[in-house]
């Protein structure tokens, strides 16, 4: 039998975790970037489960990434002030972001 959660609000639940994956993307040294959906950055994290690196655009929630450009060393991060669906569509503000990284895309997406 499992445990029941206190809330079924995601923010909530989101809340107590260190890294809430939402978007991810694989690097040509074999480690993850990961958008980081509860706190508001990007972390690049090895194999072993370790941070290596990591990214905060100010004032805006990450919710996805990828790298790319002509020598695959372009991380686009797609941002946004919140997930929160009922601000977002008052809002609509959000962005493609660009980040210099060293380790390239591992193959095509």
Same mark, same amino acid.
């Given at each position: ?13 989101? %809340?107590?975790? !260190?890294?809430?994956? !939402?978007? *991810?993307?694989l690097d040509a040294e074999g480690a993850v970037w990961v958008a980081d959906a509860m706190h508001g950055?990007? #972390? =690049?994290? /090895?194999?072993? @489960? +370790? ?18 450009? %002509? !020598? @695959? ?5 797609? /941002?946004? &002030? ?5 601000? #977002? ?6 962005? *493609?972001?660009?980040?210099? #990284?060293? +380790? &390239? =895309? +591992?193959?095509?997406?």
């Amino acid at each position: 039998m499992g445990i029941s959660p206190a809330t079924t609000k995601v923010p909530e639940l989101l %809340a107590g975790v !260190d890294v809430a994956p !939402d978007g *991810i993307c694989l690097d040509a040294e074999g480690a993850v970037w990961v958008a980081d959906a509860m706190h508001g950055r990007l #972390v =690049r994290v /090895a194999e072993c @489960g +370790a941070i290596l690196e990591e990214l905060r655009p100010p004032g805006m929630g990450v919710f996805a990434c990828m790298l790319g450009g %002509a !020598d @695959g060393r372009t991380l686009f991060i797609c /941002a946004a &002030p919140t997930f929160e669906e009922s601000v #977002v569509k008052v809002e609509r503000r959000a962005a *493609i972001l660009m980040a210099r #990284v060293h +380790a &390239p =895309r +591992a193959g095509r997406p």
